[in-house]
């Protein structure tokens, strides 16, 4: 008997030191760029390495998850990054493996001019509310969810608009929720931060040409560079075409692991995403926005991720 303990001791051993950790990824929606894109890189790179993919809420989610030891890494919008580096000591660990895509501010509204009474509620008072940018929102209604709650209440502080953020993160189906409020005027604005095209707003049996997208604004941009860059949308079951907006940067985050099991399936799976981007821009299938990311460009705003596994 003690010699199958031991020989169950040494097979044990010797399985611990050769295994691989397993690399839980916090993605976004089933219908959102990071999960399609996280699915993207299992089918390419599972074989190397093994991902585990969690639907999560999105960026601010996926962050805390890898500060708080939930998930290996996450896809996280850098605005969301630089939020929680004025907040938590715990950011110096967290890590950029690689940059991935620029995911667009899409402001979405409903596609006519409503009416407000400015005075005693007398018609003759009556004027045009149409939303034309984001300044347009001030006194207004926004609604957002996940990562994008934070983007939102970002640009409400940075350029002193105050409109009334509404957070729908734990809606089932936020999205839908965001298309009634808008259509039953209880919301005049909806505010999402995501890789487009935007699976759940090219759906026009919700998305329809009742709705349109709203300029961010020309002078926005100047407010805002070292986090935003600009960036131009055009979704054609929308109300109207092209529409100057913003971007952020998406990130592959992780933290600054130690141990060398971590440390190994990270590195292996940077290196296939590098020896495989063609075959993810060019595959029948794949997200878009593949086409967009070089994931063995430093990023040059955040520490980016080192392997330094002989550390104590």
Not at 159 to 175: A, C, G, M, Q
Not at 181 to 199: E, I, S, Y
Not at 286 to 294: E, F, L, Y
Request: hydrophobic content about 40%.
């Amino acid at each position: 008997m003690r010699r199958q303990e031991l020989l169950f001791l040494v097979a044990t051993l010797l399985i611990s030191a050769f295994a691989e950790a397993q690399i839980v990824l916090g993605t976004g929606g089933s219908d959102g760029t990071y999960f399609a894109m996280a699915n993207d890189m299992i089918k390419r790179c599972g074989a190397t390495v093994t991902i585990s993919v969690k639907e999560t809420e999105g960026s601010q989610a996926n962050l805390q998850g890898i500060i708080d030891n939930l998930l290996t890494a996450g896809i996280v919008q850098f605005d969301v990054m630089r939020y929680y580096d004025d907040k938590d000591p715990a950011m110096a660990r967290v890590k950029v493996l690689f940059p991935l895509n620029e995911e667009e501010i899409h402001l979405v509204a409903v596609n006519k001019t409503t009416k407000e009474d400015s005075f005693l509620g007398l018609s003759f008072a009556q004027k045009s509310l149409e939303i034309e940018s984001l300044k347009d929102l001030a006194g207004k209604t926004v609604v957002a969810w996940g990562g994008s709650h934070l983007s939102a209440e970002y640009f409400q502080y940075k350029l002193k608009i105050p409109f009334n953020l509404v957070d729908l993160t734990r809606e089932k189906n936020p999205s839908a929720v965001a298309a009634k409020m808008l259509l039953d005027g209880q919301a005049q604005a909806l505010f999402a931060v995501g890789g487009a095209p935007l699976k759940w707003l090219r759906d026009e049996k919700v998305f329809g040409k009742q709705f349109k997208l709203v300029s961010m604004g020309s002078d926005v941009l100047d407010q805002v560079k070292g986090t935003y860059n600009g960036a131009r949308l055009n979704y054609p079951n929308l109300a109207n075409g092209q529409v100057p907006t913003l971007s952020v940067q998406a990130l592959f985050v992780t933290r600054d692991y130690r141990t060398p099991d971590r440390a190994t399936a990270l590195v292996k799976l940077k290196q296939c995403v590098i020896e495989n981007i063609d075959h993810l821009r060019d595959m029948p299938g794949t997200h878009p926005k593949w086409r967009a990311v070089n994931p063995g460009r430093p990023f040059e705003r955040w520490a980016n991720y080192q392997a330094l596994t002989s550390r104590k």
